[in-house]
Structures are given as structure tokens and as C-alpha cells.
């Protein structure tokens, strides 16, 4: 239920969003409980009371129905109704429970049931009537009896005393002629009361039938009737007052809407009614502000909000001439103004200027730092609240002023080494007023700021990452940074552990996704060009690593809640990643064990795992760990949906798949885009990875058939780039690839090289990388290794010897490593040859088998996995009587089998079955 | 040209024509357009169609003249073929050309034309002309220097589970049909008017010898590994079946025995029913809980079989003819 909608039951809505305090509107909810604890007695049971109303309205309202349909006979539209009811009155259930079955509910049951019995006696009218009719009257007959069972105490207790019920129609029948006397409806039956409202509010738009009736009204009328609705409908009167106050502003549109329904001159009505009405409100105000003086709060709260109204439009009066200004004013006025926070129609950008001119009049007063603290907790909370829809993000200048407060709470805190603010400090023992004691102040500065972080996320989500506002909402990064870093400093001295390790992780959060060029250039050994540039280097502080390093550190050691922990890791890798320090990564990632338990995550978790471990593979890529890389890429690239992976965008596909809701959510999971990892990068980077490690393999066996694919992905663009009708130059990243392998297919490796290091590709994608010079370097001499590997693959068969000068000349590699690469392939037996040291050649052995043969034993092991299958079908059907192969000589098949087979095939077709 | 008339006939003379249900005449003439057809619309492994015109004297099917199906393109999706045939046929008459549809031919690719889509069409053919014929022409080995050209009927026994449809395991077993009997081959002699042998004859001793050197051709690998290639697919679509048949036989036999259990069951229950006096509980509501599996089609696999088999004897032809040019080619070596 959103709160937006409910006039009355506040409390249930309160209750239901306090309980998840995660959620980014905990700062909201913290302030609404301590306002819900300051309400006294009478205030809640007025909150029950109303929600009570509003079941007992439908119920009234059902009821009305049926006892119409009764009256015209209509027994089809009475069933309908009374199943309406009987769901509606379920519905009310727990209020019921609470008061007692309502009185004319239990005088509709009886009367219908009476009446139905009437009905039924009736022969010749039954006879009469449609079949329709018929057939519904003995439903009804039927489940009103069953239903009057559960209340056949009630309706006895009822026609023993039909007295009651009595009086209570003829107080009815007044009322439903004359409008005027609501005071007395008060006091009556709720039940009835409520109906007296509908009466007055048939339509949707409460407002809009009141005006709308004051404006057919005459002048004093109109108002007088209006002062009347406000007393009994307050919360109203809250909406009606402060809108029209605005509306001389043009501030509220939708109050715009309700005015319009009026006679053309509607302005100057309501101005006039304004006029009258204040009048007497601040006699009103005025006396009940001396009530409150003398501590009767009862209704206080409720009318003043009222009474603070017409106050914006002429902001010193916010108190009463006169009135001595000092903390216990201020805070009452402050709950005041909270009280219509969260309700229906509230104007909350009126809400927040009141709070500043409270603000300011606190400040002018010198009420002290306390007070002043708390003002800017609730501004805050209420710049927060701005937004009914979580979805919906903060405005510039709302942008602004948020920050712009907190800065200001900060410095406040800063200045007063005698505030202590907590959440834990309950309302009752707050100490706000000048005193040698401390103040002590409700609140968490720190959700403050990470709702402050979070908005700032949900800004950048919003902002279209190839405008000039997002480059300009980007440099408010700084000032968030900034103001982490001041709460950082603050906690550090105040807070708990358990802060602490929060506001690290915002800092960890802001840190550890850039590149810190400083350090990097710092390492290189490279000076800056200029003296001043160089002091400035230095003024700046600590390398990022150093920093994440202790932030991280610090939480490892004292964090508690697994979620901060598992987030600072993955962030600390990350950062590692970044920085091309692999095998830190590498360490930290193993002895996490979060490949293991990550899918138990929440998914923004998830998400950050994704983009870490992604980073960890482009690290090793950098390194030149071709097979780390690949492994690392392997998951995210496989799935095809490494966009959505990474949170860095939907995919259209999927859209039929999810509803509006999830979608919703999942958009507000995106990584801001000055966050995003290059998504060409990361698939060329698998790619290459994939071609460096694949097109050797599938050289070495090209006529295996177990041949396992290492990458699909890989080979499904190989397979896209065959099926091209026309083979042009590359264009695309992909395109180039495929090329690319095409060409170390062949063992061509400067032809390798050209594609994958060319203008193009460097400007797509090497140049994204911090160093890339080295990284080129390194990828050429991969291309050569590899391209070596592939031609002997390929080749070898066409050699008897062949001289390894000849092969380091063919591949431009140094003979030593040319001789490593070659000795290795011998050892692990991917190459039937042996070296001639003093020639300095390989010599062949041709024992690998041609493909002719290759393929005889293909087909033989195919050929004996078929008879297998064959013989199974026997031994199901011959099972029984002993077997049609008796089991030797199936051993001894087998046994012949084994000749011709390499490696454990069978048995991996075996499991496949 | 020539050379192929030489080929024909050399074929034609091999063949026996002992123990044939029908014989079958070939008028050179169209041998050459089967050939054309190909050449000139088939490529690779596309295989080029057409139908067969000829008659039937005794028990002999002397084929005459043919004429190819259009290729298919995308844009003529409304062609009606029948309405082309027809067309043809007429037309052909009006030149007093045999006008009698025969049968069909078709080129084949390595040998795998055993398939469910000849067999349909091939079955219709049957079912409406009952003399007609298959032709099968395989470019490739013709290419290597000896024409492949071959009739196939459907054995009566086919016809007779085609017309039923009952290709289930058990329809089939009760036909008692295996690969071997699917198709029966029709020895074809490839027959010339005399005036062409005379001018054959004429043109033999004019034309020179020199080029027949496909027939010769050592290098045997390519085609082997192709036909390796090709029996490989197959076999392993036979293992696939196999294992489909497998599960489907575990399956039944599984839930043959529940409702055996079953069965007991409720016999027990009836006894006892029946002893307390009360009405037996039914037993016809068995079938209805126990719905066999749904029996996997078992014709392709006969066609695979038969697939299979016609591989083997391709290869076992081949690699016999090779070996005896291997030795050949040893002997001459070995004499130079």
C-alpha cells in the first residue's frame, strides 16, 4: 500500500516500510518512527479510528445498495451486492475483530434475511417474477441462511431490540437531507458518519465536489461549510489550505486542475475565501497555541498544521507576535511541520522551505547548534522524500541543495566537538537546548550520506552518458567524494566499527574503479613536466592502491556483515586488476573462495563479481597470461550476455520476458556509465585470448574426434566469417579476428599481426589500455609463438627435417626460443620429432597417422560404440535368458577394441549415454 | 562424347540380365541427357531430377527419352511441376516421341541417395505407374572412368508397408523386412539402333586411343575419405536410433512390468473384494493408466541400413578396382 493513498492508516503503511530498514529509505523511516513515537495517545487511536472508517464507508455504501434492490424487488443486483459485501466485510475483518461486529450490519443481515423469507412465501410473486429473479432469490435465500448462521447471536440480540436500530435511521434520515449538521454526525455512529461523507464526496476528487460546492454556495456559506469540513477532516484541510496558498504562486498544478472546475473568477473567489478564512484561523492558532503552552496536546498537533499554513506567505510570522522563541517552540514546530510529511497531497517543496525558514529563525535566535542540527537532518530527509517514486530521481537544483545541507551539517558537526548524533539516541532523551551539556541529537549522518551516494547513482542512471549535463553532473563526483571523505573523517574520530566500516566502503566504492595515472606515471619513474605540477602530485596525497589497501584492510579485519566484506574484496581486486598487479588479484581472488558462493549473492553483488572478474581477465591478457584470461573471460562472454552481466545495459531480447516491475528494478541496478568496461575491449580481448589458444589446438588436432571446442564463442564467429558470400577487408573488431585466424591458420603470423595491430584496431581498442605499448609487444610475440606452433601442426608432415635458423627467420623469434618451443611440443608428444643438435635441426619421425587412416579409426571407434549400442538392445531383450553374447566374448570385443583406441573416448561415450 | 558411348557399352555388356523381373532397355540417347543434365545444372553434392519416358514390352521396360525437372528458385514458388510434366509430355508427342511416364532418374552424390524422400516419391511413382523405375547416376564415378548408372524398384513387401504406413517396430518385424530387401535392383542394357553402332564402329577406328586415362587414376585417398566421411554420418545417425530404440524398449519393458504389478494388485483386491462380497473393481481401466510409450519410427533406420550397406559396396568396389591398378602399377615399376 503506498502511503500516498492512505489518509487514515498511516500506521500500517509506517510499519510495513520501517521493517525493511535496508532500503534506501531507512533515513526516511527512522524520521517518520520518531515522529510516530512523539504522537501521543489520542493520535494513534485517531489514525485506527479512520481506517476503520473507510471499511465501515464501503460497508454503509454496500449496504445502501441492497436496501435499494430490495425496495425495487431486484434480486439479481441484491445477490451481486451482498457477495460484495460479505468480501468487503471480510476485508475489514481485523478492525472488526477490534470493535465488534457493526450494528447495521447486522440489521442488514436480519432485514434481508426477513425479507427474503417474505419473498419466498410469497407464491404469486415469485411467480411473477423474471427467471433471472428467480433464480437468484433462492441463492441468496440459500447463502444468507448458511451465512447468518456464524451471527445468529447477534441478529437474535437484534430483534429482541429493534429499538436501537431505529433511532439510528431516523438520526440517519437528516442527515440525508440536510447537509449542514456534520457535528452531530460526529458524534454518532461512525458507520453512519462515514455514509454522511459519501453523501458529501460521491466522486473521486474530494477537493474538487468541496469547491465546487463552495462555489455554488455563497460567500459566508461556503466558508463557514469548509471550516466545518476541516474540523472533522483534517488531514484535508492540510492539502486544501497549503495548496491554495501556493496557488497564488502557480505552484500546484494539480490544484490548478480543481480550480478550474470553477466559475471563471475562481482566483478571486478563493482568494477571498483566503482572506475570510484567516481570519479566524489565527484567532484560532493563537488560542490553541496558548492551550498547547499549557501542555494539553490533544488535538494540537492536528489543527496546527492548519494554522502553520497560511504562514509561507508571510514567513516571519511562522510564530505568533509575541511568542517567546526557544528550543521547546521550535521543536514542537518542527514536529508540527513533520506531521504532514509522507501524507496525502502534501507540498513538499513548501515543506522544505518552511523547514529552512525554521532554519533560519533558529539560527537568527541562536537556539544553539543542536537544533540547528536537527533542522538539517530533517531538510535533508525531506529533499530525500522529494521524490514519491523510487525510480525517480533527484532534480538539479533539489541536487544541489542536498549537497549544499550536508556540507553544512558537516561543518557543523565539524565546529562542535559537543553534538553527539545517533540513531540510537530515542526522541525523548534528545538534548537540543543551550545547556553545559552536550547536545545530543536523533540521526545518522552516515545513511544521509549514502542516500546522498545513492541518489547521486540513480542521477548518472538517468543522465544520458553522451551529453554535456552527464560530464557536468560527473564533476559533482568530486564534491560527493568530498563529503565521503569528510564523514570518513568524522566517523573515524565518533563513529562505531561498524560505521566505519560502512563509510569505507563508500570511499573503497568511489575509488576503486579509477586509474590512478598518478601512481602509474610516479612508478614509471616519470617526473612531472613542470615544478608546479610536481607539488601538486605530491600535495595530493597517497597512491589510491595505499589507500585502498588500509580501507580495505580495515574492513577484512573488523567488518562483520559478510556483505561489506565480500564487496570490499571484490573492489580491492578490482583495483589490483586495474593496476596490473595480476598476482595480487590473482591471491586474493583464490583465497576468497567467492567463485564459490557468489551465485548466493544479492545481484548487485553479482554484477560487481561479474566486472571484477572481467577486469582479473584483461589484467591477465596485459601480462600476458593468454590462458588465465581466457578462463577468467570464459563465463561472461559465453552467455552472450556479458552487457547484461556487467549491468551496463538491457537486452531488448528479454524484454518480453520480464514486466514492467523487474524491469524497473534491473535498470536500477545499472553501473553508471563513467563506470563501464569497454565492451569491444572485453570481447576482443576474449577473442584474441581464444585465437591464441584455439587455432593451435585445432591445428594439433585436426582430424581427432574428440576434438573438444575450447571457445564457442570463438568458433561461432569463425563460422559467421565462413558464411560470408563476400569476403571484403575487415571493418569490425570481430571481422579482424576472424582474419587474424585465418591467417595463423596458415602459420601466416605477419599477416596475423597486421589485422590484429593495425590503426584500426588500435584505435577500437589497444589504445584503451594504460599501457599499451607493452601490451602490443607482448601480443606480437604471442602471434609469433603461436603462429610457430600452428605451421609445425599443420606442416610437419610435409617435412622430413627442417632447420630451426630457418624457422626463427620465418618467425622472426631468437633460436633459444624457438628451441624451447619446439623441445616442448616434443615433450608433451604434440609433436613426433626429435632435435639434431649440431645441425641445429628438427627431424620428422612421420608417425602420426595420415588422414585417411585417421578417419578408418574414426570410423571404427564410431563403428564400435554401434555395435555396443546394438548389443544392448539385445541384452534387454534377451536379457532374461542368459544373453545372446555370453560376457567373454563381449571382453574379448572389447579387448580388440582397446587397439584402436586412443584415451578414454569410450568411456566419455559411455557417461553420454 | 564418344568416349562415353565406348563407356556405355562396355558397362552394358557386363551386365547380366539373368533372374530379371524386368529388363531393362536403355536407348543411349537418353543416358546422354541424364548426363547433360548434370553437367550442366548439377554441382556439388545439388542433385538434378527428371522423368523417364518409354514402354513397356513383355517384361522388359525399354526406356527412350527423358526430360529434366526445372531447377527450383525462389522467386517461381508458384511452378507447378505437374502442370509441366503434363505440358512436356504433350508436347513431346506431338514430335512422336514415346510420351508414357516411366519412372524418374535422379544424380546421386558419393552413392547416398537412399533416403526417405526417395522412397516417398519413388513409392508414389509405384503406387500410380506400377512399372516404374529409379535411375540412379552418379557423376563422381563416372567421372573416374566407368559410367554408374542404376535401376531401382520397391520390393513388393515395401509397397506393401508403405501403403500401410506401419513403420513401428513391430509392424515391421511382422512384415519381416530388413535393408537388404528394400530395394531390388533392375539390370539395365544400354541399347543402341543400329545405325548408331555403325557409325560408332566407324568412328572407333578414326578416333585415337590416347586419352582414357581416368580409368588408370591411382590416387584413391580423396574419394575413399569422402566416402569415410559420409559412412561416418551415417553410422553415427544409426548409433542415435539405436539408442532411441534402446530407451524406447527399456521404457516399455518397465512399464510392462508396472502393469503387471498392477494387475496383481488389483486381482488381490478383487479376491479379497470378492470374499467380503462386494462387485470386483473393473480391470478395463488398466490401458488408460498405462499408455505405451510412443514407439520411435524405424524406418529410417532400415533406410540408414540400406544407406550403410550401399557405402560398403561402393567402398569394397573401389578399393578392389585400386588394388588391382596398385599391382598393376607395381608390375610396371618394376619393369621399367
Redesign the interface.
Known amino acids: 500500500m503506498s502511503r500516498f493513498f492512505a489518509t487514515g492508516s498511516d500506521s500500517e503503511s509506517e510499519e510495513s516500510s520501517s521493517a525493511d530498514e535496508i532500503t534506501p529509505k531507512a533515513p526516511g523511516t527512522t524520521f517518520k518512527q520518531s515522529l510516530l513515537l512523539s504522537d501521543d495517545e489520542e493520535d494513534t487511536k485517531r489514525v485506527v479510528r479512520s481506517a476503520k472508517d473507510k471499511r465501515f464507508e464501503e460497508l454503509t455504501n454496500l449496504i445502501k445498495t441492497i436496501r435499494n434492490a430490495m425496495k425495487i424487488r431486484d434480486m439479481a443486483k441484491c445477490l451481486e451486492e451482498f457477495e460484495q459485501l460479505c468480501r468487503a466485510f471480510l476485508k475489514s475483518k481485523n478492525i472488526v475483530d477490534k470493535e465488534g461486529v457493526p450494528p447495521f450490519y447486522i440489521r442488514l443481515l436480519a432485514d434481508l434475511e426477513d425479507y427474503l423469507n417474505q419473498l419466498w412465501e410469497d407464491k404469486e410473486g415469485k411467480k411473477k417474477m423474471n427467471k433471472n429473479n428467480a433464480k437468484a432469490l433462492s441463492t441468496l435465500r440459500q447463502k444468507i441462511r448458511k451465512y447468518n448462521r456464524d451471527y445468529e447471536t447477534e441478529i437474535a440480540a437484534y430483534k429482541e431490540n429493534p429499538q436501537e436500530s431505529a433511532d439510528e435511521e431516523e438520526e440517519k434520515e437528516p442527515e440525508d437531507s440536510g447537509a449542514s449538521s456534520e457535528s452531530e454526525a460526529e458524534d454518532g455512529d461512525e458507520g453512519v458518519s462515514a455514509k454522511a461523507f459519501l453523501k458529501k464526496k460521491p466522486e473521486a476528487a474530494p477537493e474538487a465536489s468541496k469547491f465546487l460546492k463552495s462555489a455554488k454556495g455563497s460567500g459566508d456559506e461556503s466558508t463557514s461549510s469548509d471550516e466545518d469540513d476541516d474540523e472533522d477532516w483534517g488531514s484535508d484541510t492540510v492539502d486544501s489550505g497549503s495548496e491554495s496558498s501556493d496557488e497564488g504562486e502557480g505552484k500546484s498544478a494539480s490544484l490548478a486542475v480543481v480550480f478550474l472546475k470553477k466559475t471563471h473568477d475562481a482566483d478571486k473567489s478563493s482568494e477571498k475565501k483566503l482572506g475570510k478564512k484567516k481570519k479566524p484561523k489565527k484567532k484560532e492558532r493563537l488560542e490553541e497555541e496558548a492551550e498547547e503552552e499549557g501542555g494539553e496536546e490533544v488535538e494540537g498537533g492536528w489543527e496546527k498544521v492548519k494554522g502553520g499554513v497560511p504562514l509561507v506567505k508571510e514567513k516571519p510570522k511562522m510564530f505568533a507576535k509575541g511568542t517567546e522563541i526557544n528550543t521547546a517552540v521550535v521543536v514542537k514546530k518542527l514536529n508540527e511541520i513533520l506531521q504532514a510529511r509522507g501524507k496525502k497531497g502534501t507540498d513538499r517543496a513548501a515543506q522544505i522551505e518552511l523547514l529552512h525558514a525554521l532554519a533560519a529563525i533558529a539560527a537568527e535566535n541562536n537556539l544553539g547548534q543542536g537544533i540547528l542540527v536537527k533542522i538539517k537532518f530533517n531538510i535533508i530527509a525531506s529533499l530525500y522524500d522529494y521524490n514519491p517514486n523510487l525510480a525517480a530521481f533527484m532534480k538539479a537544483d533539489m541536487w544541489k541543495k542536498c549537497l549544499d545541507c550536508i556540507d553544512e551539517l558537516l561543518d557543523i558537526l565539524f565546529e562542535n566537538n559537543n553534538i553527539f548524533i545517533g540513531e540510537n539516541i530515542a526522541e525523548d532523551s534528545e538534548n537540543l537546548g543551550v545547556s553545559d551539556q552536550p547536545f545530543r541529537v536523533r540521526g545518522c549522518v552516515l545513511t544521509l550520506v549514502e542516500r546522498m551516494d545513492e541518489e547521486f547513482t540513480k542521477i548518472m542512471q538517468n543522465t544520458d552518458p553522451h551529453s554535456q549535463e552527464y560530464v557536468d553532473n560527473l564533476k559533482d563526483e568530486g564534491r560527493v567524494c568530498g563529503i565521503i571523505d569528510r564523514l570518513l573523517t568524522y566517523l573515524e574520530n565518533k563513529g562505531s566499527t561498524e560505521e566505519i566500516c560502512r563509510v569505507y566502503l563508500r570511499r573503497i566504492m568511489h575509488t576503486y574503479y579509477k586509474f590512478d595515472y598518478k601512481a602509474h606515471r610516479r612508478s614509471l619513474g616519470l617526473q612531472g613536466e613542470s615544478k608546479s605540477e610536481q607539488d601538486q602530485e605530491e600535495s595530493e596525497g597517497e597512491d589510491s592502491a595505499v589507500i585502498m589497501d588500509r580501507l580495505c584492510k580495515f574492513i577484512y579485519a573488523k567488518d562483520r556483515t559478510d556483505r561489506i566484506r565480500t564487496c570490499a574484496i571484490l573492489c580491492h581486486i578490482y583495483h589490483h586488476a586495474l593496476h596490473s598487479r595480476w598476482y595480487q588479484a590473482r591471491d586474493l581472488m583464490l583465497m576468497s573462495h567467492l567463485q564459490d558462493n557468489i551465485q548466493h549473492a544479492d545481484p548487485p553483488v553479482q554484477i560487481l563479481y561479474n566486472r571484477t572478474m572481467v577486469q582479473l581477465g584483461i589484467c591477465a591478457f596485459r601480462q600476458g597470461m593468454i590462458k588465465d584470461a581466457h578462463n577468467a573471460l570464459l563465463d561472461i562472454q559465453s552467455s552472450g550476455r556479458a552487457k547484461e552481466l556487467l549491468g551496463q545495459g538491457l537486452l531488448m531480447r528479454n524484454m518480453q520476458e520480464r514486466n514492467a516491475e523487474q524491469e524497473k528494478i534491473e535498470k536500477r541496478r545499472q553501473v553508471p556509465f563513467h563506470m563501464h568496461i569497454n565492451l569491444e575491449l572485453l570481447e576482443c580481448v576474449y577473442l584474441v585470448s581464444a585465437m591464441l589458444l584455439e587455432i593451435p589446438y585445432m591445428a594439433a588436432h585436426e582430424f581427432d574426434a574428440r576434438r573438444r571446442m575450447i571457445s564457442k564463442q570463438f568458433h561461432h564467429q569463425l563460422r559467421v566469417g565462413e558464411r560470408q558470400p563476400l569476403l571484403g577487408p575487415p571493418e569490425s573488431m570481430r571481422e579482424h579476428v576472424v582474419a587474424a585466424s585465418k591467417a595463423m591458420k596458415m602459420g601466416d603470423w605477419r599477416t596475423c599481426h597486421s589485422f590484429i595491430i593495425n590503426e584500426k584496431m588500435n584505435s577500437k581498442v589497444w589504445d584503451l589500455f594504460p599501457e599499451t605499448q607493452r601490451v602490443r609487444e607482448m601480443l606480437v610475440r604471442k602471434i609469433q609463438e603461436e603462429s610457430l606452433r600452428t605451421y609445425l601442426f599443420t606442416y610437419s608432415s610435409v617435412y622430413d627435417s627442417i632447420s630451426m635458423e630457418t624457422l626463427s627467420e620465418m618467425f622472426e623469434l631468437e633460436i633459444p626460443t624457438v628451441h624451447s618451443i619446439i623441445s616442448k611440443m616434443i615433450i608433451n608428444e604434440e609433436l613426433m620429432a626429435s632435435l639434431d643438435q649440431p645441425t641445429q635441426t628438427v627431424v620428422m619421425h612421420r608417425t602420426e597417422p595420415t588422414s585417411l587412416q585417421n578417419m578408418a579409426l574414426q570410423l571404427a571407434e564410431k563403428l564400435g560404440s554401434l555395435v555396443e549400442n546394438n548389443e544392448r538392445v539385445f541384452d534387454l531383450k534377451q536379457g532374461v535368458y542368459g544373453g545372446y553374447f555370453n560376457r567373454d566374448q563381449k571382453g574379448s570385443y572389447q579387448q580388440k577394441q582397446q587397439g584402436y583406441q586412443r584415451g578414454g573416448y569410450r568411456n566419455q561415450n559411455q557417461g553420454n549415454y | 562424347k564418344e568416349q562415353r558411348k565406348e563407356n556405355h557399352k562396355s558397362v552394358a555388356g557386363g551386365m547380366k540380365n539373368t533372374a530379371a523381373l524386368i529388363l531393362l532397355f536403355l536407348f543411349s540417347q537418353v543416358v546422354l541427357k541424364i548426363i547433360k543434365h548434370y553437367q550442366e545444372e548439377g554441382q556439388g553434392s545439388e542433385v538434378v531430377q527428371g522423368v523417364l519416358l518409354g514402354l513397356v514390352v513383355d517384361d522388359r521396360l525399354e526406356i527412350t527419352n527423358c526430360f529434366p525437372f526445372p531447377q527450383h528458385t525462389e522467386d517461381d514458388a508458384d511452378f507447378d511441376e505437374v502442370q509441366y510434366q503434363m505440358e512436356m509430355m504433350r508436347s513431346l508427342r506431338h514430335v512422336n516421341i514415346d510420351h508414357l511416364h516411366v519412372g524418374w532418374y535422379q544424380s546421386t552424390y558419393y552413392g547416398s541417395f537412399v533416403s526417405r524422400a526417395l522412397l516417398d516419391s519413388q513409392f508414389s511413382y509405384q503406387h500410380a505407374i506400377e512399372e516404374s523405375v529409379v535411375l540412379i547416376y552418379d557423376p563422381i564415378k563416372t567421372a573416374q572412368g566407368s559410367l554408374s548408372l542404376k535401376a531401382y524398384r520397391l520390393t513388393p513387401k515395401l509397397m506393401e508397408i508403405c501403403k500401410e504406413k506401419d513403420f513401428t517396430p513391430e509392424g515391421l518385424k511382422k512384415a519381416n523386412i530388413g535393408f537388404e530387401h528394400m530395394f531390388e535392383e533392375v539390370p539395365i542394357v544400354i541399347k543402341n539402333s543400329h545405325l548408331i553402332n555403325v557409325l560408332l564402329w566407324e568412328l572407333e577406328d578414326k578416333s585415337t586411343v590416347a586419352d582414357k586415362h581416368e580409368l588408370l587414376n591411382l590416387s584413391s585417398?580423396n574419394h575413399?575419405?569422402k566416402s569415410?566421411?559420409l559412412?561416418?554420418d551415417r553410422?553415427?545417425d544409426?548409433?542415435q536410433d539405436?539408442?532411441k530404440?534402446?530407451t524406447y524398449?527399456?521404457n516399455l519393458?518397465k512399464q510392462q512390468q508396472q502393469k503387471h504389478q498392477y494387475l496383481q494388485r488389483r486381482q488381490q483386491e478383487n479376491a479379497q473384494r470378492q470374499s467380503r462380497g462386494e462387485p470386483p473393481l473393473p480391470e478395463e481401466d488398466i490401458n488408460k493408466m498405462f499408455k505405451p510409450p510412443q514407439p520411435p519410427p524405424r524406418m529410417d533406420t532400415l533406410l540408414i541400413a540400406g544407406q550403410i550397406n550401399n557405402y560398403c559396396q561402393n567402398v569394397k568396389e573401389f578399393t578392389s578396382q585400386n588394388l588391382g591398378k596398385l599391382f598393376m602399377a607395381e608390375a610396371l615399376q618394376g619393369h621399367n
Request: glycine content about 0%; charged content about 15%; aromatic content about 6%.
Open positions: 585417398s575413399l575419405e569415410l566421411q559412412l561416418m553410422v553415427d544409426m548409433s539405436i539408442v530404440y534402446n524398449s527399456r519393458s
